[in-house]
């Protein structure tokens, strides 16, 4: 039989607490200071390009859509300022994916999680939803005190006051992302008078419930909880980036204001902290910074103005909370000078494949091909063989012309002896040379055959490599394409 | 080892009852569900219940329970179908007004009938004539310009709304006659003839074979079809016996096969399953497979 258990074994270890705990609710303090002003500027930047973008005009012609950003999934085209791209040069987006990860590396390993506290659409929605629950119900202890003291009149009207501003800002958040979808005033006009699609409807709505949910609600455990970033984070780091830290060399023994002035009085060694608890109270996911790098941190700097803001009041140096690592941490107290090593291996290659991948991403949308032809070789049956003796093999060819206008073109056949081409439906007036009209902005799929009169059997392969040429009447643009021309 | 009793025991540790069961010395909680998802579990059953009645769900002896709102895929099908053809209306009345001639020249029109065309050839045609028109032995190839019936695109519609030998009024009629079985040649006969056959489009012919006396005996009873010069006769769907494409091999054996037992493929009339619109389109579609004069 088992071994029956004792109570003791099954007594827990105390010092991981309960596993599940409802979630505490967090009263961030309004503070000043200059990562404070530089979060209200990136704030007002990237809303700004996010709300108003899409009514940014810009001239294409006749027929194309003149929005300077416009996702056109009817047409499948995407369209971002000079650049328009079709489905299959999905690849820049590729390449930009790539840009993107890599400049994230990049950030990490100079300033750490400045993505996460300046720039993540979760950061900055939150941020603003903040400001407008401190304007409507007050800063911290007001919010609390409120919090506790239950139901009035003028708690209520608050609270249906703050969700009104809430929703409206959320609102406006889907609002705003249909409109890269399409044409913003038309569509604006539609959805005023409720003749827009379904489709966008619905999405003003996911995005309205997303918005005041993860911003309104959620707050810092998207951060905490949600996000796989500060765990890849976590692994992309090293010593050498420059975190969110707090100064223990500086900061510890911490006295009070008094005690601290007492001992300098004595000529003792004591902490520049004065145990204040301000960069807790503003901190956005309540956490303690002075407990050393932890991944509820979201690298806001929002600890660090609050922290200058004392030392300023009591006469001592700022950046107690500052921009720093480990190293200089240890440096200091071991009296060396301080060294900060932006430029690393890591720095460098990241810079390096962003560069890389950007240039080469420029290059091939500068020589990008506006007349372009895909070639599929008929399967069924591959070749036929024509009652005089000649050979014909048939093509599906799909021409592109991302041009704005109409085009005509000549097409070309070389490689097999002989060759004639005959495309259906073409006309021309040079005989063995069809010409045909490409429409624009369009593919234009055509049948194509070629006939090849070899003057003996021997002078054809089984497999010989033909290639086809398109040319641009007007412009003299060419184009190229190869394929295989096969024997019966 | 499973304990079964059925007591009522408490866990010292959390305080929760135990439902009895035991496994190696570890013991199963008694912890109820959450109340939510009780709910939600009668609320799917609800929910259920519903589906049985609105929509058709029980099997009757002759039939079945057809739901509040009568609701039926089919149905919803022709809709979309009627919805379909709504879009496509003008589109399909211009293909059906419009002169054969023409549409290879309105490349708005090419692009529907050959799209149009394929679809229906993939359902139709293709069982006999290969999905890409490559034929078989007996079925002819569509992407050559060998056409038994003519290859212009008036032949070619007119084939595939009638037929050949399908036995419809105005079908292609025609027959290679069995000139074996039926005794009108000898058997010797027939081997020459049929080495004549085959050195009339250059392959080789068995040592011994009078080609004079083999060219007499196709005068005789051949080119009253295939021609004097054997070059075939669309009227007729008589083959073009000079040119390198055979629709059933040109192997002596099997053309001694031909003519002893004759042949006579049947294609059928599809203007009784499919409307004139569509077999224009499919005209067009083979037209431009290549073969097409
Ligand atoms: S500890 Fe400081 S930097 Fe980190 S999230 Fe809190 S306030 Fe922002
Ligand atoms: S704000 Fe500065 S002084 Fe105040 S507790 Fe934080 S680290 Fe110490």
């Not at chain 2, 003519?259 to 389109?281: C, F, H, Q, Y």
Request: aromatic share 10%; net charge negative.
């Amino acid at each position: 039989m088992n071994k029956p258990l004792r109570d003791t074994d099954l007594v827990p270890d105390d010092d991981g607490g309960p596993l599940y705990a409802a979630g505490k609710k967090i009263y961030p303090q309004r503070v000043s200071g200059s990562f404070r002003r530089i979060k209200w500027i990136l704030m007002a930047v990237c809303l700004g390009i996010y709300y108003f973008l899409p009514f940014v005009r810009w001239n294409r012609g006749l027929g194309a859509p003149d929005q300077a950003v416009l996702i056109d999934l009817a047409n499948n085209r995407f369209y971002f300022f000079f650049i328009e791209l079709w489905p299959q040069e999905i690849y820049y987006f590729t390449g930009l994916l790539i840009v993107a990860a890599i400049t994230l590396f990049l950030m990490n390993a100079l300033g750490g999680r400045v993505w996460c506290g300046y720039l993540c659409p979760q950061t900055v929605w939150t941020d603003l939803f903040f400001a407008v629950e401190r304007l409507v119900e007050g800063d911290r202890r007001e919010r609390m005190r409120k919090a506790e003291e239950g139901w009035s009149l003028q708690r209520g009207s608050e609270l249906v006051l703050k969700h009104s501003i809430w929703l409206m800002i959320a609102w406006w958040t889907g609002g705003a992302w249909v409109l890269y979808f399409a044409d913003a005033p038309t569509l604006i006009k539609d959805l005023v008078t409720f003749q827009a699609p379904m489709v966008a409807y619905i999405w003003i709505g996911i995005l309205t419930f997303t918005t005041y949910t993860l911003a309104g609600f959620m707050r810092e455990q998207v951060c905490v909880y949600m996000c796989p970033w500060p765990r890849i984070q976590a692994a992309l780091t090293d010593e050498w980036a420059l975190n969110v830290t707090y100064k223990y060399d500086r900061g510890e023994q911490r006295t009070s204001l008094k005690k601290a002035a007492q001992a300098r009085a004595l000529g003792e060694q004591v902490g520049d902290c004065v145990d204040c608890n301000q960069c807790v109270a503003v901190c956005p996911t309540g956490i303690d910074i002075r407990n050393g790098p932890q991944l509820d941190c979201i690298q806001c700097g929002l600890c660090i103005d609050a922290c200058d803001n004392v030392m300023t009041k009591i006469g001592r140096p700022t950046r107690l909370i500052g921009y720093d690592n480990d190293i200089n941490i240890h440096r200091r107290m071991e009296g060396k000078p301080e060294i900060f090593k932006p430029l690393r291996a890591r720095t460098v290659v990241y810079s390096a494949l962003i560069a890389g991948i950007g240039a080469i991403m420029l290059y091939a949308l500068l020589n990008r091909s506006l007349l372009d032809l895909n070639v599929l070789h008929d399967r069924n049956p591959v070749a036929v063989r024509l009652s005089d003796g000649s050979i014909r093999n048939g093509y599906t060819i799909r021409f592109l012309n991302k041009r704005g206008f109409d085009r005509v073109i000549a097409v070309d056949v070389s490689g097999p002896p002989n060759a004639v081409i005959h495309i259906v439906g073409a006309d021309s007036i040079v005989p063995d040379r069809p010409m045909i009209i490409l429409a624009r902005d369009a593919t234009t799929e055509l049948r194509v055959l070629v006939d090849s009169r070899p003057s003996s059997e021997e002078d054809l392969a089984p497999s010989t490599p033909v290639a086809f040429h398109v040319t641009d009447i007007g412009l003299g643009e060419v184009a190229s394409a190869k394929d295989v021309f096969v024997k019966p | 080892m499973a304990d079964h009793a059925h007591h009522a025991e408490i866990d010292k540790v959390t305080g929760t009852s135990t439902t009895g069961h035991e496994w190696d010395g570890i013991k199963e909680l008694n912890t109820p569900l959450p109340r939510w998802w009780i709910w939600t579990f009668y609320a799917c059953i609800v929910w259920s219940l519903g589906y049985f009645l609105v929509y058709p769900a029980w099997p009757l002896v002759n039939g079945y329970t057809t739901g509040f709102f009568n609701y039926s895929s089919r149905a919803e099908l022709a809709v979309d179908l009627a919805k379909l053809d709504v879009v496509r209306g003008d589109k399909m009345a211009a293909l059906a007004t419009a002169p054969l001639a023409d549409i290879e020249k309105d490349p708005a029109l090419l692009a529907l009938a050959r799209a149009k065309g394929k679809v229906v050839f993939g359902d139709n045609c293709a069982a006999c004539h290969g999905s890409g028109g490559a034929g078989a032995k007996g079925y002819p190839n569509l992407n050559d310009d060998d056409w038994l019936w003519g290859g212009t695109l008036e032949q070619i519609e007119k084939t595939l709304l009638y037929g050949a030998r399908s036995g419809h009024d105005d079908a292609h009629q025609g027959n290679m006659p069995a000139f074996g079985k039926d005794g009108l040649l000898e058997k010797d006969q027939i081997v020459q003839l049929a080495n004549y056959v085959r050195s009339l489009s250059g392959l080789s012919v068995r040592p011994g074979t009078d080609l004079a006396a083999a060219k007499q005996l196709f005068a005789d009873n051949c080119s009253s079809c295939h021609g004097d010069e054997a070059k075939g006769n669309v009227e007729l769907g008589a083959p073009n016996l000079t040119d390198r494409i055979w629709l059933y091999g040109s192997d002596e054996a099997t053309l001694i096969e031909t003519m002893t037992n004759g042949r006579g493929g049947v294609m059928p009339a599809w203007n009784e399953r499919l409307d004139p619109a569509t077999i224009k389109a499919m005209a067009v579609y083979v037209h431009s497979l290549g073969g097409g004069k």
